[in-house]
């Protein structure tokens, strides 16, 4: 595959299974564009998460007390 994009072709001009075509090439295939995660990458992620997390648990409580009948 990367020698046939290498050379200008069209990738699936020689493909004629479907399911190779939706297997095989697509913007986020692992095999032709492996991803690249660096460290802080990974950390930015992790942080972004945790946050997240904190924020949806905080909505969470604060929607269920609300929701509760006083008495």
Same mark, same amino acid.
């Given at each position: 595959?990367?020698?046939?994009?290498? #050379?200008?072709?069209?990738?699936?001009? #020689?493909?004629?299974?479907?399911?190779?075509?939706?297997?095989?090439? =697509?913007?986020?295939?692992?095999?032709?564009?492996?991803?690249?995660?660096?460290? /802080?990458?990974?950390?930015? =992620?992790?942080? =972004?998460?945790?946050?997240?997390? /904190?924020? /949806?648990? !905080?909505?969470?409580?604060? !929607?269920?007390?609300?929701?509760?009948? /006083?008495?």
């Amino acid at each position: 595959m990367r020698k046939l994009v290498a #050379e200008g072709g069209y990738p699936l001009d #020689e493909v004629t299974e479907p399911r190779l075509v939706h297997f095989d090439v =697509w913007p986020g295939n692992r095999r032709l564009h492996p991803p690249t995660v660096t460290a /802080a990458r990974l950390l930015y =992620w992790s942080h =972004w998460r945790r946050h997240h997390q /904190a924020t /949806a648990r !905080r909505s969470h409580y604060r !929607r269920r007390s609300a929701d509760e009948p /006083a008495g």
